[in-house]
């Protein structure tokens, strides 16, 4: 059974699939916990399926690397196979990353390396991109920079809007976290570098 905690930033639409895939006794891996970096109403499907949850908000800390640091005391005390960044919106510090290589992978809503950061929808419809989609990839010290894992490709419907288009992009993550996730537990993705 592969061990998991996610972290999140937002509504949790991403995390609320996985956790509806390990509901099922079938599926080879658990949620262990659940960890935002502000008061995210997507801690709310976390509770709904009674796994633990936790915030550090990086606005307490002196530094990046004092925040993340009380984040990994969280995931220690836990032992996880795999982090999650599932709509985690902050950048985690070298040491961070450096700790975890190999258990951190992120999604992100374009087909890396195109679009990397924080607004790659709007900045595919800002650079008149016909396609996007969606990346599950090995987190680095880089910004959307780690090595890919999985892809999937969408075709940009002409004169959609940039909420639409995001939308659009979730239905993909939703599904291919989950399936990304089982591919791990069962050893069909290997995380080394």
């Not at 972290?7 to 995390?15: A, E, F, P, R, Y």
């Not at 509901?23 to 109403?41: T, W």
Request: glycine share 6%; with cysteine; net charge negative.
């Amino acid at each position: 059974m592969l061990s998991v905690v996610v972290l999140i930033s937002g509504s949790g639409s991403n995390l609320r699939a996985l956790l509806e895939a390990c509901d099922n006794p079938m599926f080879p891996a658990k949620v262990l916990a659940v960890g935002a970096d502000q008061p995210a109403s997507g801690l709310a499907h976390a509770e709904e399926f009674d796994v633990p949850t936790f915030v550090v908000e990086n606005k307490y800390f002196a530094s990046r690397d004092d925040w993340a640091n009380r984040i990994s005391e969280h995931i220690e005390m836990l032992k996880p196979d795999l982090i999650v960044l599932a709509g985690f919106m902050k950048i985690l510090p070298a040491n961070f990353v450096n700790k975890y290589r190999g258990r951190l992978i992120n999604l992100h809503p374009s087909l890396l390396p195109q679009f990397p950061g924080a607004h790659a929808v709007r900045d595919a419809l800002s650079a008149g991109a016909t396609k996007t989609g969606s990346t599950i990839h090995l987190v680095d010290e880089g910004v959307d920079t780690g090595r890919v894992l999985v892809q999937r490709e969408l075709a940009i419907p002409p004169g959609i809007s940039e909420a639409a288009l995001h939308e659009l992009i979730k239905e993909i993550e939703r599904e291919q976290l989950v399936r990304t996730v089982y591919e791990i537990a069962a050893k069909e993705i290997t995380l080394e570098d």
